[in-house]
């Protein structure tokens, strides 16, 4: 195993001194990054000890977001803090850098990294030298070249988003309640949503769920006044959870009012009007777009192999195609299903197998580390659980179907035995506990998005991200 040296130390944020011994670089503190991180330090604990292996996590945030509870984040059924576990708590015999791999030049086993440190101070990216690479920085949003979309839109895959957008629905319906043009009312009353996997469906289920309950505290708006739309492009929506129960799950929306609209698709969205390929018009000052995603763009920045949809190519060892001392797994990652019956058939994009990929990745790294065999995953999909709303759902897992309450029961049960760590499966269980015994809260914080606006106006300036600016303004209030 090679010993190089680190080019250049780690900046000030992150501690300097790197890791001594093998030094196992993990890049992405998602699903993949903490669960390999985590394993690896239980693995490798003797000579993590004794300092014969070192490993840094490279993460944009230091916490990793558990992203099945997104949705119920947004309806406030959890609180932002416990839908993240932060990571240097979990990962105590880990080096954790917060900041990004830019480039990875894995012929000379190096990683260009951007830090806190070096966006403050301007001295540019860093370079930290490896032995064994782990590359886990997941997907981003798959957008296409839709009008507008970049300025109006807004993703739903970080406690951000979900937040921002839970603020910004609360505050639709204050605008709604409060203006006397009824064009501006129609328009912040109208909610579109783009894709309909489980990311888009739970998101607009919860929400729609959460703003029809949040009505009854509005003296001049009804449940009905509220138009919610979900535009997807094929003729079904959640495909994780089988066609019989996707269809049950657009009946159950569309029972709530919910304008279901299957193969359709958002042309346009610019100057707050919504237009689909149907031919329909909304004015919205709301498009979220889930419809789908793509690998995340660091790995175009890497001397490894990609296959035609981006994602690296991997073995069903886990390991990088063609090239040793690369690992990688999750949604970065094409790695072969060898229990489907199909040919060529890869691992769907989901935390089910991030989390079982990461588990084996972490002990093929051990097993290599130790000139041990290595195993190969095998995971056979066992199916998937969605919530509607609060006590609706949508299951189909090991080939039982469930609908209405038990699914959704299903759907929490399962997610808080999987939300990672005691600390947080005790703390949403207490919040959603506390939920049943008192009402919803229907706050709106969208002001903590500009902390320093008021501070700004009593000192004369212009306060940022308040006040009438003129240009487009998405979701959550942020100036695009
Ligand atoms: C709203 C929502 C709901 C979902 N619900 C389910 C569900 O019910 N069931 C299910 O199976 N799956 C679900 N998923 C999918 C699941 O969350 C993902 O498949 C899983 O997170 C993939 O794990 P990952 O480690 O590959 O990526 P992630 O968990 O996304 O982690 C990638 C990490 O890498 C970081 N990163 C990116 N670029 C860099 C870089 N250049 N340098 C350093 N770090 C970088 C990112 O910031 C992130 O922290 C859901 C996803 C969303 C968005």
């Not at 406690?159 to 639709?172: F, M, P, T, W, Y």
């Not at 709604?176 to 909610?191: E, G, I, N």
């Not at 690998?295 to 073995?315: I, Y």
């Not at 060529?344 to 051990?366: F, G, T």
Request: proline share 7%; net charge positive.
């Amino acid at each position: 195993m090679p010993h190089g040296m680190v080019k250049a130390a780690i900046n000030r944020g992150s501690s300097p001194e790197p890791p001594p011994g093998t030094r196992i670089l993990v890049v992405g503190g998602g699903y993949v990054g903490m669960y390999t991180a985590l394993r690896l330090q239980r693995e490798l604990k003797a000579q993590l000890r004794d300092g014969r292996v070192g490993i840094t996590v490279i993460t944009p945030d230091p916490y990793m977001t558990y992203q099945p509870f997104l949705p119920e984040a947004a309806a406030g059924s959890i609180s932002p803090r416990h839908v993240v576990v932060p990571l240097r708590r979990v990962l105590d015999r880990c080096h954790i850098v917060i900041g990004e791999a830019r480039r990875i030049d894995h012929a000379a086993r190096t990683a260009t990294v951007t830090t806190l440190a070096t966006e403050e101070e301007g001295t540019g990216p860093v370079e930290i030298g490896y032995d064994e690479l782990v590359l886990a920085p997941g997907s981003v949003s798959r957008t296409l070249p839709v009008p507008g979309l970049a300025d109006y839109a807004i993703g739903f895959k970080t406690v951000e988003e979900a937040i921002g957008l839970r603020n910004h629905v609360i505050e639709q319906m204050d605008i709604a309640s409060s203006t006397r043009d009824p064009a501006v009312r129609d328009a912040a009353l109208t909610f579109v949503f783009v894709g309909g996997g489980y990311a888009g469906v739970e998101a607009l289920a919860e929400l729609e769920d959460m703003a029809r309950y949040t009505a009854r505290y509005y003296h001049n708006i009804k449940p009905e006044d509220l138009k919610w739309i979900l535009v997807e492009a094929s003729d079904r929506i959640l495909p994780e959870v089988g066609e019989e129960m996707g269809k049950y799950a657009i009946r159950e929306l569309r029972g709530r009012n919910i304008d279901v609209r299957l193969q359709t698709r958002l042309d346009s969205c610019e100057n707050r009007v919504a237009v689909l390929s149907d031919g329909a018009r909304f004015p919205t000052r709301t498009v979220v777009w889930t419809a789908g995603v793509k690998p995340a763009p660091v790995l175009a920045a890497t001397d490894l192999p990609l296959n035609e949809r981006g994602r690296l190519k991997c073995t069903a060892k886990l390991q990088v195609e063609g090239v040793e001392h690369a690992w990688a797994a999750g949604d970065a990652a094409a790695v072969p299903d060898v229990t489907a019956d199909e040919k060529d058939k890869e691992c769907a994009p989901n935390a089910q197998h991030a989390v079982r990929q990461a588990k084996a990745l972490a002990e093929n790294i051990a097993a290599s580390v130790d000139g041990r065999p290595l195993r190969e995953y095998a995971h056979k999909y066992v199916g998937s659980v969605a919530s509607l709303g609060l006590h609706k759902g949508v299951a189909h897992v090991y080939g039982r179907k469930l609908k209405g309450y038990p699914a959704w029961f299903m759907h929490r049960a399962y997610h808080l035995s999987r939300v990672p760590t005691f600390n947080r499966k005790a703390r949403v269980l207490a919040e959603w506990t506390l939920a049943g015994l008192f009402k919803r809260e229907i706050v709106s914080l969208g002001s903590l998005e500009h902390p320093r606006a008021e501070f700004e106006l009593a000192a004369g300036g212009r306060p940022a991200g308040r006040g009438p600016e003129p240009g487009p303004k998405g979701p959550g209030g942020k100036e695009n």
